[in-house]
């Protein structure tokens, strides 16, 4: 069975802080993609990662595949209240292109 | 409408009711998606429509679970003798059509479903 683990579950911080957002497997995907889902809607798309050590900006979000496509970050750099809510990270797997491997999710709170 | 949109938003009902969940996936998207995601956890899939392809119902819980979908549009989840451990909001995703390496979802709002 394919996993996708997210670390940490839980994160409270404070505006103005730096966070890192793990999602980890022992599969290699042939994308990874991060979603953000706010409460009462469902999760919307940030960025799809493809290539391995792929790094991809959306103003203070960071994104990084890592080399052997098993792996991705997400880092935030100074946190805003705005970017509270829950991040999912799913992986396509690259023999199975219909389904995505969704992650638990990190619940992130960021706090004024 | 541009999105994908889902009704009802939410839907109380007793136990032992039969409840009716409905999807209306953006315009040209051929994949549809179904997920079930309990109280702060991440999403569960159910199942998964592809144009006129036998759908993939390997994610359905039990068989008190079933889901129709009418050509490449509007699908219905149906959910009987509900159990309150079907409490849950239910959501749907659309998507184009499958090719590696991108699979991009785009959701509804949900269905938030109460069995008392």
């Known amino acids: 069975t394919q996993l996708l683990e997210q670390s940490p579950q839980f994160l409270s911080i404070q505006e103005g802080e730096n966070l890192t957002v793990y999602c980890n497997s022992s599969?290699?995907?042939?994308?990874l993609q991060w979603y953000r889902q706010e409460p009462g809607e469902g999760p919307v798309l940030l960025v799809t990662?493809?290539?391995g050590g792929e790094v991809k900006k959306l103003k203070r979000l960071t994104f990084q595949f890592g080399d052997a496509r098993k792996d991705s970050s997400l880092h935030i750099t100074a946190a805003q209240p705005g970017d509270t809510g829950l991040y999912l990270c799913?992986?396509?797997?690259?023999?199975?292109?219909?389904?995505?491997?969704w992650g638990l999710g990190t619940s992130l709170a960021v706090n004024p | 409408g541009a999105g994908v949109s889902q009704s009802p938003s939410n839907k109380v009902t007793e136990k032992g009711k039969d409840v009716e969940l409905r999807c209306d996936p953006i315009s040209g998207h051929t994949a549809l998606y179904w997920y079930r995601q309990r109280l702060g956890q991440g999403l569960e899939f159910l199942i998964y429509f592809q144009g006129n392809s036998a759908p993939d119902k390997s994610g359905l819980p039990s068989d008190r679970f079933s889901a129709e979908r009418t050509g490449e549009s509007v699908s219905t989840l149906t959910i009987q003798r509900t159990q309150q451990e079907d409490s849950a909001v239910y959501l749907c995703?659309?998507?184009?059509?499958?090719?590696?390496?991108?699979?991009?979802?785009?959701f509804g709002p949900g269905t938030r479903l109460t069995v008392l």
């Open positions: 995703a659309s998507s184009f059509p499958p090719g590696p390496p991108y699979n991009e979802q785009f």
């Open positions: 799913a992986g396509l797997n690259a023999g199975n292109n219909r389904k995505l491997i």
């Open positions: 990662v493809v290539t």
């Open positions: 599969s290699v995907f042939s994308s």
